[in-house]
């Protein structure tokens, strides 16, 4: 089992900035994937940005050049810098991790909120 914990959300103007973090706890093992997914209200869950433990990433078009993923793996934590933040990035942000990407098991953390205002 792995447990995911985030924090960092919030209610932003347009334009502005968050950070989100996430820490993994439990069956950390490598190689794996972790990252960030977001649900907007009546949409789909959709990927924002993935990174694997080797370094390489996945962003989704709608946030590329404006968002950047890190990650730290020798404390287990992943983070998500959010820049030039639009209306429309407003969701229910997930943190995830996988041992792959598509693979299963795959764990979810509780979602942190991030409204951002016109």
């Known amino acids: 089992q792995v447990q995911l914990v985030e924090s960092g959300g919030g209610l932003v103007q347009a334009g502005g900035s968050l950070r989100l973090s996430c820490a993994a706890s439990?069956?950390?093992?490598?190689?794996?994937?972790m990252g960030w997914y977001r649900q907007a209200p009546g949409k789909q869950r959709e990927l924002v940005a993935v990174m694997r433990s080797a370094g390489s990433t996945n962003y989704a078009d709608s946030v590329k050049g404006r968002f950047t993923i890190s990650r730290d793996n020798t404390k287990n934590l992943v983070y998500l810098q959010m820049n030039s933040l639009k209306p429309e990035d407003t969701a229910v942000y997930y943190c995830?991790?996988?041992?792959?990407?598509?693979?299963?098991?795959?764990?979810w953390g509780q979602g942190t909120q991030v409204t951002v205002s016109s």
């Open positions: 995830h991790y996988s041992y792959g990407l598509g693979s299963r098991p795959e764990y």
């Open positions: 439990g069956s950390i093992f490598s190689p794996n994937v």
